[in-house]
């Protein structure tokens, strides 16, 4: 998953880790170990800047298509807007599924039929190079974005074993992810997919000891996955575990300098928010202090808790969310180790068992359902 030291929603936990110390003494805790919480085995395997408000929510479906009648290539950003290739504007409504860890376990095409059926119009799917678990071929992924094609949904495609680097001993540097993307059999089934397909260069790519290579990395992978023939939406997430308690994506040059060093523009910017996040006024700061950059800004990770005391303010992340039109994806469809049990939507990935926190997120206030439209790309 992703959050400040923790993951909870994507990354095997560690039970006996100790949660990283936020090198800066002011700033919140960045929360546990890894906000993800999966182990192999029963319990788990071993945006957009400021602007007029809409009232009602997202803009419908039309209102925004390309004006000679032409389709783009695929989603892109504009303004701080992203955009599908019907040029509509696309604001995400999803899950985060794992695959990687229940590939062998779990049925993903009827999974990701079941998380259509919430309404959800994208999934962010869990992926590894191989570095720390099993590498996710080419061949795979073409069977999962053929499967999500067939339900509707978006595919993001993230690669999770470079989670945490700089504080996780077992995690890769994120360089690992830049070369996965580019090789032949991913790149091959990626090429052509850019109207279904974002690319999230890698998952919460640098805990709290290693920040402040979070913009140099990004700027050198960003250039080089350009170089290297990709143009699909690149996602980058932020530093501090993918929770950015130190404000360092929101503040300063540093996102706005790894968008500019994208030749087609066409980056948007990922902030996972768990307990960091546990008050209003966190999600409102945090929101209305990115939005002035003019880039976009989505929620790639978010629960209603972070485990046992670590509160998330789940319903002001909705709120606002609807009102600045930014894009959600909840953490995580099942499968998180116990301790993290409450980080699931279903139980034991059975569509018919919400959890306390798959009915929030879906069938809520400002929840999936209430505001998920289909991507016009499948028109």
């Known amino acids: 998953m992703g959050g400040g030291p923790p993951n909870p929603a994507a990354n095997p936990v560690d039970p006996s880790a100790v949660?990283?110390?936020?090198?800066?003494?002011?700033?919140?805790?960045?929360?546990?170990?890894?906000?993800?919480?999966?182990?192999?085995?029963?319990?788990?395997p071993a945006g957009v800047a400021p602007g007029p408000v809409d009232p009602a929510g997202p803009v419908p479906a039309g209102d925004n298509q390309c004006a000679d009648g032409t389709l783009a290539s695929g989603f892109y950003v504009d303004d701080g807007r992203i955009y599908d290739n019907?040029?509509?504007?696309?604001?995400?409504?999803?899950?985060?599924?794992?695959?990687?860890w229940f590939k062998d376990s779990q049925d993903t095409a009827q999974m990701f039929r079941d998380i259509a059926a919430t309404g959800a119009n994208i999934v962010r799917v869990v992926l590894a190079t191989g570095d720390q678990w099993q590498r996710i071929s080419g061949n795979e992924i073409a069977n999962i974005i053929e499967w999500a094609k067939q339900n509707e949904l978006v595919a993001m495609l993230e690669v999770h074993d470079a989670t945490g680097y700089g504080d996780k001993a077992e995690a890769v540097h994120p360089d690992a992810a830049v070369e996965y993307w580019l090789s032949d059999d991913v790149k091959a089934a990626i090429t052509g997919e850019e109207a279904f397909v974002m690319i999230n260069v890698a998952n919460e790519p640098f805990g709290n000891d290693a920040s402040d290579q979070w913009e140099p990395f990004h700027r050198g992978a960003v250039a080089e996955l350009r170089a290297g023939g990709l143009k699909h939406l690149l996602v980058v997430d932020a530093p501090n575990w993918g929770q950015d308690w130190s404000n360092t994506m929101r503040d300063g040059m540093g996102a706005n300098n790894i968008f500019e060093a994208d030749p087609d523009g066409n980056t948007a910017f990922s902030v996972h928010m768990y307990d960091v996040y546990g008050t209003s006024e966190t999600v409102w700061s945090y929101f209305e202090n990115f939005l002035g950059s003019g880039m976009p800004l989505l929620v790639g990770e978010f629960a209603a808790d972070h485990g046992d005391g670590k509160d998330v303010d789940e319903d002001t992340i909705l709120a606002a969310c609807k009102e600045h039109r930014i894009g959600y994806l909840g953490w995580s469809w099942a499968g998180n180790s116990s301790d993290l049990s409450s980080l699931d939507l279903v139980q034991n990935f059975n569509a018919s068992a919400y959890t306390s926190w798959g009915q929030r997120l879906i069938d809520g206030a400002d929840g999936i359902r209430e505001t998920s439209q289909t991507c016009r790309c499948f028109e």
């Open 19 to 44: 949660a990283p110390v936020p090198t800066d003494p002011t700033a919140p805790p960045p929360t546990d170990t890894i906000p993800e919480g999966m182990l192999p085995g029963p319990d788990g």
């Open 86 to 100: 019907h040029c509509s504007e696309f604001i995400m409504r999803g899950v985060n599924y794992p695959y990687v």
